[in-house]
């Protein structure tokens, strides 16, 4: 009898994982279609319920870019891409590192996905560097970086990044 009830226990807690997993809601953001594209599937790929995409492009927009703002309060993570343009006459810009620094401070995880190295065209290895270097590593919660770091634009694995920070993220009641 008390085995059946924490057989029946345990299955209810995982039910109502699966559920919660399929209603979360991720925020990606990119200033390419094609990487919004890659990013929604990664999502899909995860089991999550529903990427929100944000087009970051200055073809889409002063209200289109921002909309990111309002929408991080609510999702249950982000993943943005590290470096656009903000204006016309200015050169890529690490503007993630805004999203970021919102993010953080609404209590949302989240993760840069952008391309370091050969791939990477402009800033990209040096605001990448400028993090990873620990300029950016005083900011921490509970002793460890506040976010992570995808350094070849692969949003399969900033995807895995972002779960571990959601659990890690999670207050003790939601775990049990």
């Known amino acids: 009898m008390e085995e059946d009830r ?12 699966i559920e919660r ?3 979360m809601k991720i925020l990606v953001i990119d200033d390419k279609m094609e990487e919004l594209g890659n990013a929604y599937s990664a999502v899909r790929a995860m089991g999550w ?9 200055l073809e889409a927009g002063y209200e289109r870019r921002q909309s990111w703002i309002k929408a991080i309060d609510d999702v249950d993570g982000v993943v943005t891409d590290l ?7 200015h050169g890529e810009k690490p503007m993630g590192l805004l999203v ?9 995880p989240v993760v840069i996905c952008t391309n370091c190295g ?3 065209k402009g800033g990209h290895d040096e605001a990448v560097n400028f993090i990873l270097a620990g300029y950016l590593n005083y900011v921490k919660h509970e002793e460890k970086a506040a976010f992570d770091v995808e350094e070849h634009k692969d ?3 900033a995807m895995k990044l972002l779960a571990r920070r959601m659990e890690h993220s ?5 775990g049990a």
């Open 49 to 57: 319920g529903m990427a929100i995409r944000c087009d970051v492009s």
């Open 155 to 157: 949003w399969g694995r």
């Open 100 to 108: 970021v620094a919102h993010a953080l401070s609404r209590g949302k």
């Open 118 to 120: 050969e791939y990477a």
């Open 170 to 174: 999670k207050k003790p009641e939601e």
């Open 6 to 17: 924490r057989n029946q226990q345990a299955t209810t807690q995982q039910e109502t994982r």
């Open 83 to 89: 470096m656009w343009k903000d204006r016309e006459d």
């Open 21 to 23: 997993k399929d209603a």
